[in-house]
């Protein structure tokens, strides 16, 4: 891609949010990978999760994330790409992020981020123990893969997608 904003962080952290908003600031695309797996499989994620497994669930994920990284530095466009939470536990997707040099991590604590996840039908996030597990599992992933690290504690997705946004344009304009 190299040349898009990738938006990773833990379910909850406003990253389809804070992404649609940034994507409107800079007239960007806008894709969730989420809603792109959904889309392709043509049944929701609990769906995919209660048919496939959570496996299969990652290996539709992997081929639609890696495919739309290669596209996205094909054409050269401009987009940006909001990834489901647990994409990066995927090696290949893993590394391919190491050549972005816009992999922002929306950083959200525990319990903000379990609420917000409350609101869906995210198979992971039914088990407050798991969800918390998990978070604590993926912390070091997600901060080793992003580039910037945004703290989005007590700010709403407005604030977080301006900050976002004025850096994009900040980091293009310094080249
Ligand atoms: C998951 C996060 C979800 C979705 C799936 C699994 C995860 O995306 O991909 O339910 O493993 O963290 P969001 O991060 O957009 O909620």
Redesign the pocket.
Known sequence: MASGLILIG???SG??AVGSRVAQILGWNMVDT?EQVEKELGIP?SEIFRTRGEKG?RQA?QSVVIRLLEEAEKSGAQMVL?L????LTNAEVYERLQAEPLVVLLDTDLDTAFDR?QGGQ???ARDPEGFKE?YREREELYRGAAKIIVDTRGKDIHEIASEVAAMVEERKSAG
């Open positions: 833990f379910m909850g990253k389809s989420d994620i669930f994920e909001s489901g939470g647990g994409a996840a995210r198979p992971l998990l």
